[in-house]
């Protein structure tokens, strides 16, 4: 059988999507190496699959926190600066050294993430077929479609389109030090002339986490674009929720993900909402909190505070989730029927909240603005307006038949067999 290479940016939301990928590649007798700084090894959770170290001199182990602590509050122009320029840093450090170490491995074949250039570019010098794959938002660009980091809808009228051209030119004027190593690269391979992340895309197939059902509409998605659905372990949904949950009281889940676990004060403005509901709430900050910290939001009306908690087991029993919109919980959140309070921070979150708005299964405010009352008014729209689950509902019945991590093996082993675009079956 093959060999594959996943190539991915160094966080864990983006690994945990490969991985499942990776484990029915496995399952289907294939060998799959993550390939990238040592510090990600800790990511991957199945012993089986395989893992190759670069970068050693120019991120050594223990340097992925400092990226970690900037994608965790990227904030104001100097913060986001800070986090396009350890994004360059990467691309640049897998093109310098992912040639030399891929032949060794004797890779036949890669899955690249859509946000990480390298993939593409990695695998079009060395000749190899490879598949991309939008662990978020896609990047592919259409004129009625907002950038995926912009937080309004999509063009509806001229204006709206010309909305979408002035930001796409501020957001390639900031991502200019990524652009330099795309173009220097593509350069050097001898490929043709690029200089972003939607230039590196795979001509044989792009799958996709998001669903058609919760995306805007696309017009221009190409023939070999796949919406597959949340890219997930066959065994994700095995962990169950040990707490005692009262039935008779509303129950709500609250995680800000891997990257934003740490922003205590907006946890703390969560726990006093639904103490002033009377509403049970578990709080999963992902690690970034000390015990101080859990203390205070128990004392502030927290009924249970924890690192991680098995996510797929919360959803199915919660009434509510309040979430910071990135992927793959707004998906969970989806499969589960779960309405949703988002509250977009960075990133693809605020294009994320404008779909979930959009698509009718929750409601969305703004981290930093919203105050206990707009907490309160808002969690109570979506336990007493029953359409909010129901939209959710429906889209995740769109998920589950959608194929998954099972249905882009098939598509993966495919662009392998044919060595030819595979097409999307309603192209």
Not at 31 to 46: G, H, I, K, P, Y
Not at 318 to 338: F, P
Request: hydrophobic share 45%; glycine share 8%.
């Amino acid at each position: 059988m093959s060999h594959f290479a996943v190539i991915a940016p160094p966080f864990a939301g983006h690994f945990w999507a490969l991985e499942a990928l990776a484990e029915r590649l496995i399952m289907c007798g294939h060998r799959v190496t993550f390939v990238q700084q040592e510090d990600t090894r800790v990511l991957l959770r199945q012993p089986q699959i395989g893992f190759a170290a670069l970068g050693q001199a120019s991120h050594p182990p223990g340097s992925l926190a400092t990226v970690i602590a900037h994608a965790g509050h990227p904030g104001a122009p100097f913060g986001l600066r800070r986090v396009i320029q350890d994004m360059a840093r990467g691309t640049d450090m897998l093109c310098r050294e992912g040639p030399k170490l891929l032949r060794a491995l004797g890779v036949e074949a890669l899955i690249a993430d859509q946000m990480e250039a390298a993939g593409g570019l990695l695998a079009e010098y060395l000749g190899l077929p490879w598949v991309s794959v939008a662990c978020a938002l896609p990047v592919n660009r259409e004129p009625r479609l907002p950038l995926p980091v912009m937080p309004w809808s999509y063009a509806v009228s001229p204006f709206g389109e010309h909305l979408n051209r002035s930001s796409s030119r501020v957001y390639d004027y900031l991502m200019r030090p990524h652009k330099k190593i795309i173009a220097k690269h593509a350069e050097a391979f001898g490929l043709p002339p690029r200089d972003s992340l939607h230039q590196c895309l795979s001509p044989f197939a792009q799958i996709s986490q998001t669903l058609a059902g919760f995306d805007f509409p696309r017009q221009e998605a190409p023939a070999h674009f796949h919406p597959v659905g949340p890219l997930r372990s066959s065994n994700q949904g095995a962990a169950l929720l040990d707490l005692p949950v009262d039935a008779g009281r509303p129950f709500v889940f609250a995680s800000l993900g891997t990257l934003q676990g740490g922003r205590f004060g907006l946890f703390r403005r969560i726990a006093m909402a639904c103490r002033d509901l009377d509403l049970q709430l578990l709080l999963a900050h992902c690690g970034r909190l000390d015990p101080g910290q859990v203390r205070a939001l128990q004392a502030a009306g927290a009924t249970w505070v924890t690192d991680f908690a098995p996510q797929c087991a919360a959803l199915a029993q919660a009434d509510v989730t309040i979430t910071h919109a990135g992927l793959n919980t707004v998906l969970d959140a989806l499969v589960a029927g779960t309405p949703m309070l988002a509250l977009p921070i960075a990133f693809d979150q605020p294009a994320i909240a404008a779909r979930v708005v959009y698509a009718g299964a929750g409601l969305r405010a703004s981290p930093l603005l919203a105050r206990c009352s707009t907490l309160r008014r808002l969690l109570r729209r979506l336990l007493d307006e029953p359409a909010f689950a129901e939209r959710a509902a429906r889209i995740g019945s769109e998920a589950r038949q959608s194929g998954g991590a099972e249905r882009a093996a098939d598509i993966v082993e495919a662009v392998l067999k044919s060595g030819r675009p595979v097409l999307h079956a309603a192209a």
